[in-house]
């Protein structure tokens, strides 16, 4: 089902394939923490922290929390003190990886 699908349909945007897309990727953090995990994972919490920059420890948590909720990252906690977390995308993510791409071109294409 693609764009072209939609037209002239009676259905809300958010029951399409693209509305689940958007419900699982949407929002300021979840394509720039893929992004990050993507280029450089396994990453640890305080480095995606510093990484990103303008982003709290709550959202941040928050984020990463609904992106395994919905199969995208993978948390893995080592039992060490002090304790070691590292986060690493999932397979369902990697399928991600080429739309990720897609949008890299697009910037380095459009970038003025």
């Known amino acids: 089902m693609g764009i072209s699908d939609f037209q ?5 945007i958010q ?7 958007m ?5 300021k953090w979840k394509m720039i923490i893929l992004y990050l995990l993507a280029a450089n ?5 305080n480095e995606m922290q510093r990484q990103i920059g303008a982003i709290t420890y709550k959202i941040l948590s928050a984020q990463l ?3 395994q909720a919905d199969g995208l990252v993978e948390r893995k906690e080592y039992p060490q003190i002090p304790p070691k977390v ?4 999932t397979p369902k993510a990697q399928t991600l990886l080429p739309v990720l ?5 697009w910037g380095a294409q459009h970038r003025d």
């Open 101 to 105: 791409e897609q949008m890299c071109e």
């Open 15 to 21: 029951d399409t394939p693209f509305g689940y897309t």
């Open 23 to 27: 419900s699982v990727i949407g929002g």
């Open 41 to 45: 994972q396994p990453v640890r919490f």
């Open 8 to 12: 002239g349909e009676n259905m809300l």
């Open 65 to 67: 929390k609904e992106l």
């Open 86 to 89: 590292e986060y690493s995308l």
